[in-house]
């Protein structure tokens, strides 16, 4: 089997346990991924190759059945498996953002003038040997700005850092997807988490993030 053709059947694989509350769903969900998977570097106009395919892939998105997080959970599950055969394996974290063109897409923050965006923090987990094999995703958090006041902000204003301390921060997202994953694996293998340094603060080195031991 070529290369294409094993990438294609490993996704597909993953996502059979896929359960979306309605089984015609699920069959759409294995051929949608199916066609994304055999041409994962071009658009969703270039990968799906019929209008009729394009439309259903929107309708298929729009529905309020259909979820990232139901999505994910079948790949999320087979990707803890690999991880447990390997023993030991690196979660590696970021976060990327998404720009959309235009104004007023509901749901979406605006993150600067160049459109709407949102934040996508995303945790890949890799074998952790030399040869890095990549394993599966872990997780992902979705993050749209409101324009809320951010701590950062209220502390450039003139608040006092104290007051700051128990909002809720951006920076919390790095905590909240380890103790995600962690939680998944049940300690049924080890974990060496990579980031960069902007998660480098007290709030995930000086406080337990880990599962209780036993």
């Not at 030399?130 to 979705?142: C, E, F, K, N």
């Amino acid at each position: 089997m070529k290369d294409a053709a094993k990438r294609v059947q490993a996704v597909v694989e993953d996502l059979i346990g896929v359960d979306l509350g309605d089984q015609r769903l699920d069959f759409r969900a294995g051929r949608i991924v199916r066609r994304l998977a055999a041409k994962p570097a071009v658009g969703f106009p270039q990968a799906l190759v019929t209008s009729a395919e394009l439309e259903g892939f929107y309708r298929f998105l729009g529905n309020e059945k259909v979820s990232a997080a139901a999505l994910l959970k079948p790949h999320a599950e087979a990707t803890i498996g690999r991880i447990i055969e390997h023993g030991t394996a690196l979660a590696i974290h970021d976060t990327t953002a998404l720009r959309f063109g235009g104004r007023g897409r509901e749901g979406l923050g605006e993150l600067s003038r160049a459109g709407d965006m949102f934040f996508a923090h995303i945790c890949l987990a890799v074998s952790a040997d030399g040869l890095r094999d990549p394993l599966g995703v872990l997780g992902i958090h979705t993050r749209a700005r409101d324009g809320s006041p951010t701590p950062t902000t209220l502390i450039k204003q003139g608040v006092k850092a104290s007051l700051t301390r128990e909002m809720p921060s951006e920076q919390d997202r790095w905590r909240a997807m380890v103790v995600d994953v962690e939680k998944n694996l049940a300690r049924q293998a080890l974990l060496i988490h990579v980031m960069d340094s902007e998660p480098d603060d007290y709030a995930l080195r000086g406080r337990t993030c880990l599962t209780p031991s036993p």
